[in-house]
């Protein structure tokens, strides 16, 4: 439910207000805007009628909200959110940023070979896997905390902010501590603990999208993550599971456009994941950027063939050079035409 206070509400109206709710097990999220405050209302609001909260002389109107999303729904708060991330740089709002670097963190001679390419074409951020989700129990799994402290190595170095994934909450405070943007892999999407634990933290969280999830469960995910209080979450569409198997998934770019109807938090694409193919990154990379992507996540490897981890759809420093500047020209283009979704 979205409640519009009146102009001349009194701070004392709606501080009582905001109590009376939260005695009722409600709580009230201030959106404020250029000119109105929005309250939005989360939690069990099946004792509040829209037409008994209306009577209450300071407020404008109530509205129902039908999604079963609410914080992350773009009726609770109509502008883009903007994130911001290292470096003064920012996600969002037309803010574009591209995460790039390797599936995983290997050793410090290739994290940071990669991270002063992947800076030097222009890079927002480094992503970099420490603890990887691998389907099979037997193949790398990461470097774990010595990982981490490689990607702290190159952050160190190159000035790039770091983006990685956490698998459990078994790491959570070194996470808080550590870690510039928390990355929550697909295989975790659902794993409403760890979201909830995330949400606590003041840092911006990369949601992927599940692998089989639709994108009302993505944004559904994010209300756990947003409800914590405290964290910031940036999307990501990373491709999904269909009966196509000429591409490892099969990327839905068109949830990019649906996503931001939906929602003001940024969307990013995973070329990389989403195709599994380094030849199909560069191709989809731009399409998703024409479509209306905040951002990317992007795969780049100095030595695909030898990577202990997605050599297959790892695009080389020189390529993602080049893409780094066809993107531009995308960007260029498209901010000159205007479409309503
Ligand atoms: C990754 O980004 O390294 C990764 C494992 O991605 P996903 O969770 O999308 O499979
Ligand atoms: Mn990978």
């Given at each position: ?7 001349d ?6 501080d ?30 099946s004792?509040l009628s829209?037409?008994g909260?209306?009577?209450?002389e300071?407020?404008?109107k ?11 729904s773009r009726?609770?708060?109509p502008?883009d959110?903007v ?6 740089k920012?996600i969002?709002?037309?803010?574009f ?6 599936c995983s ?8 070979s990669i991270?002063?390419?992947v ?6 951020m ?11 129990p037997?193949s790398?799994?990461?470097l774990?905390l010595?990982?981490l402290?490689?990607?702290?190595i190159a ?15 078994d790491?959570i ?8 943007v928390?990355?929550?892999g697909?295989r975790?999407m659902?794993?409403f603990t760890l979201?909830k ?5 003041g840092k911006?969280v990369?949601?992927?999208r599940g692998p089989s999830?639709?994108?009302?469960e993505?944004l ?5 993550v ?10 990501c569409?990373r491709?999904?599971?269909?009966f196509?198997?000429a591409t490892r ?8 456009p649906?996503?931001?109807k939906r929602?003001?938090l ?14 199909l990154?560069?191709?989809m990379?731009l399409?998703a950027?024409a479509a ?7 795969e780049?490897?100095n030595q695909?063939?030898?990577?202990l981890c997605?050599g297959?759809?790892?695009?080389t ?7 780094m500047?066809?993107?531009g ?5 498209i901010?000159?035409i205007e479409?309503?979704?």
């Amino acid at each position: 439910m979205i409640v519009v206070i009146k102009d001349d509400a009194t701070e004392a109206q709606i501080d009582g207000f905001i109590r009376n709710l939260e005695d009722r097990g409600v709580f009230a999220k201030a959106i404020k805007g250029e000119s109105k405050t929005v309250f939005g209302l989360v939690g069990d609001v099946s004792s509040l009628s829209p037409e008994g909260l209306a009577r209450n002389e300071f407020i404008d109107k109530v509205m129902k909200v039908s999604e079963p999303y609410k914080l992350s729904s773009r009726s609770f708060h109509p502008d883009d959110t903007v994130i911001d991330l290292p470096g003064g740089k920012k996600i969002g709002g037309g803010n574009f940023a591209v995460m790039a670097g390797p599936c995983s963190v290997e050793s410090e001679e290739q994290i940071l070979s990669i991270a002063t390419d992947v800076k030097r074409s222009g890079a927002t951020m480094l992503r970099g896997g420490a603890f990887k989700p691998r389907s099979s129990p037997y193949s790398f799994q990461g470097l774990g905390l010595d990982g981490l402290d490689l990607l702290k190595i190159a952050r160190q170095k190159t000035g790039l902010g770091i983006v990685t994934e956490i698998m459990s909450t078994d790491y959570i405070d070194v996470f808080e501590k550590e870690v510039d943007v928390i990355q929550v892999g697909a295989r975790n999407m659902q794993n409403f603990t760890l979201l909830k634990e995330v949400g606590r933290l003041g840092k911006p969280v990369l949601l992927k999208r599940g692998p089989s999830s639709t994108i009302e469960e993505l944004l559904m995910a994010a209300d756990y993550v947003l409800v914590g209080g405290k964290a910031q979450v940036i999307l990501c569409e990373r491709g999904i599971r269909t009966f196509e198997t000429a591409t490892r998934n099969t990327l839905d770019l068109s949830a990019v456009p649906v996503l931001k109807k939906r929602t003001h938090l940024p969307v990013v694409v995973d070329p990389s994941h989403g195709t599994g193919y380094w030849n199909l990154v560069y191709p989809m990379a731009l399409a998703a950027t024409a479509a209306g992507a905040d951002g990317l996540i992007i795969e780049v490897h100095n030595q695909p063939a030898q990577a202990l981890c997605d050599g297959q759809q790892s695009i080389t420093p020189q390529l993602f050079d080049d893409l780094m500047k066809s993107l531009g020209k995308i960007r260029e283009a498209i901010s000159t035409i205007e479409y309503t979704l």
